[in-house]
Structures are given as C-alpha cells and as structure tokens.
C-alpha cells in the first residue's frame, strides 16, 4: 500500500523567512499528488495538485511543489511567509486502488507556526 | 453550491450510543468519502463510495456503516459508539470526470465519546 511521509511534525518560522516543506510517498506507478492546508477550525483546502506535465506547480497564496520522480518527492515551498500562512499542511497521493476508483492517502501533516 | 455540508458540527456521545453523521454534496460528484482526523495523525479513510449503491472499505472501517442511497448523500452510521471514535470526522466529494481527482471537503464534525 502507498505512504505518504511528512518529515516534520512542526516548523516555526518568522516571517519574511522561506519555507519548505518535506514530503515523500512510495508508490512506482503514476500518482496524482496534492498539497492540503488546513486553517485553524477550518476544514481542508486545496493549495495545489500536480497530475502531469511541468513538475514545478504553482498553486494559491504564492505557495510552489516540485515534483521530483526519482526520489519520489514533492517538496511544498514559499519564498517569503506570512503570519497568515499559520496553518497544517498536509501532503496527500491518490493512487488507483481498482475497478475505477481512486483512493487519496494523507501524510500526518506539518504544524507551522509564523511568528510575527 | 453549497460544496460539501455536514452536520452536526459538535456531538457528545455517550459509550454505546449511536448516532448518524450527514453529509451531503450539489456538486454532483459521483464519489464520496468519509475521513477522520486524530492528532498527529492525519487523515485516514473510513469508507468511500463510487456512486449510488456502491459503497467500499477504507483504512479504518471498523464500528462505522455507511449507505449511498443517492448521488448526493453519504452518511456515517455509528452504531455503539467508544471513546476510540472521539475525533474530527470529514466528509468529502470529488469527480473523475475530465481528470478531476481533487477532493472537496466539508466542514467536518467534532465528535466526543465518554
């Protein structure tokens, strides 16, 4: 079964300081990757997806994932946060699980912290 | 559209009682899934659901039940509830037509048992 692998529980950052977020998942087939951010007492939200194609997304907010196949990653990054990027960001695979259906497997998420 | 709705946004269960979580989609999303959250943790998958009358297993399916009557409802079923089931549960919806595999999220339910 695939997994999906976050490195760090939790980031605390000033702002104006670059981030980027750890992500791994094993699976050799093709994947569909996703970047999740979840706000305070706020249900999940997309930030960006990658299917195909160029392997650096750029997705809301300034936030950017590359997509690196041979080493099976998909790094989250920004060059500049802000206090209101606070917030868990959870990295997630969708794999084909059979006769059509697809199944999304979440990292534990990261934790970050913006100080102002 | 509304997206995805949940209700209720807060349940204290009693051990043993069971109660129903609603979710419901206008999206016309022809999957549905039913996640929990739990610290540190994640996301995992309870059930999820191709379409109306198709309903499968995810990661943790154990003490929940789930039926798809319709394209736009989907709901979980928890029939003698334990403390183990304390957590943020999530409904969500996504479509496979034309490539779209993102999901939608509801709101979610924060649900205690003691």
């Known amino acids: 079964a695939q997994s999906v692998s976050q490195h760090n529980h939790h980031v605390i950052l000033s702002e104006a300081a670059s981030l980027e977020l750890g992500c791994n998942y094993s699976?050799?087939?093709?994947?569909?990757l996703f970047w999740y951010v979840q706000y305070p007492g706020q249900h999940l939200q997309l930030l960006l997806k990658?299917?195909?194609?160029?392997?650096l997304v750029k997705g809301i907010k300034g936030f950017e994932a590359e997509f690196i196949k041979s080493k099976f990653s998909f790094n989250l990054r920004k060059p500049s946060v802000q206090w209101s990027d606070t917030a868990e960001y959870f990295c997630?695979?969708?794999?084909?699980?059979?006769?059509?259906?697809?199944?999304?497997?979440f990292g534990k998420g990261t934790k970050l912290s913006v100080i102002p | 559209n509304a997206g995805v709705t949940q209700t209720p946004k807060f349940r204290i269960l009693k051990i043993g009682q069971s109660m129903t979580l609603q979710c419901t989609q206008d999206?016309?999303?022809?999957?549905m899934y039913w996640y929990r959250q739990d610290p540190g943790m994640g996301l995992k998958l309870i059930y999820y659901?191709?379409?109306?009358?198709?309903?499968d297993k995810g990661e943790v399916p154990n003490g929940y039940n789930v039926s798809r009557s319709t394209t736009e409802i989907f709901p979980l079923r928890l029939e003698l509830a334990a403390p183990s089931q304390t957590s943020v549960y999530f409904c969500?919806?996504?479509?496979?037509?034309?490539?779209?595999?993102?999901?939608?999220f509801g709101p979610g339910t924060r649900l205690t048992v003691t």
């Open positions: 990658y299917f195909s194609g160029d392997p």
């Open positions: 997630a695979v969708n794999v084909k699980a059979g006769a059509g259906s697809y199944q999304l497997t």
């Open positions: 659901s191709v379409g109306a009358g198709i309903t």
């Open positions: 999206m016309n999303h022809n999957y």
């Open positions: 969500a919806s996504s479509s496979v037509d034309r490539g779209l595999y993102e999901q939608y």
């Open positions: 699976y050799g087939g093709t994947v569909n």
